[in-house]
Nanobody, 124 residues
Framework: QVELVESGGGSVQAGGTLTLSCVVS????????LAWFRQVAGKEREGVAC????????LVHESVKGRFAISRDNAKSTLYLQMNNLKPETTARYFC?????????????????WGQGTQVTVSS
């Protein structure tokens, strides 16, 4: 079973920057995507950005395009989410996910493996 461990969350003021990390272990080639999702209590989990693991371009959701960037370091088995110009509505718990995706690449139902998440809180 793939293991995902997120870190890097915290409390920042609006306009600030955070970089989240997700260390991936026990990888299986049954999966073809790694992604970041976020969730606010009482709401559905929302896809933020994803990266095809076998090659190809990453995808960032339109709502955060230009402010968020996803990247990976294969040597460190780590997925990153750099978040710039943070806004209060960015506040959520952020999760790393892995899955064998067929269809919408930011659909939570397509991801079978999840980390515990890391909390991001942005104050105005």
């Amino acid at each position: 079973q793939v293991e995902l461990v997120e870190s890097g969350g915290g409390s920042v003021q609006a306009g600030g920057t955070l970089t989240l990390s997700c260390v991936v272990s026990k990888w299986t080639y049954n999966y073809n995507y790694l992604a970041w999702f976020r969730q606010v209590a009482g709401k559905e989990r929302e896809g933020v950005a994803c990266f095809p693991t076998a090659g190809g371009l990453p995808l960032v959701h339109e709502s955060v395009k230009g402010r968020f960037a996803i990247s990976r370091d294969n040597a460190k088995s780590t997925l990153y989410l750099q978040m710039n110009n943070l806004k209060p509505e960015t506040t959520a718990r952020y999760f790393c996910a892995a899955g064998r995706v067929i269809g919408w690449v930011l659909g939570a139902a397509n991801y079978a493996c999840w980390g515990q998440g890391t909390q991001v809180t942005v104050s105005s």
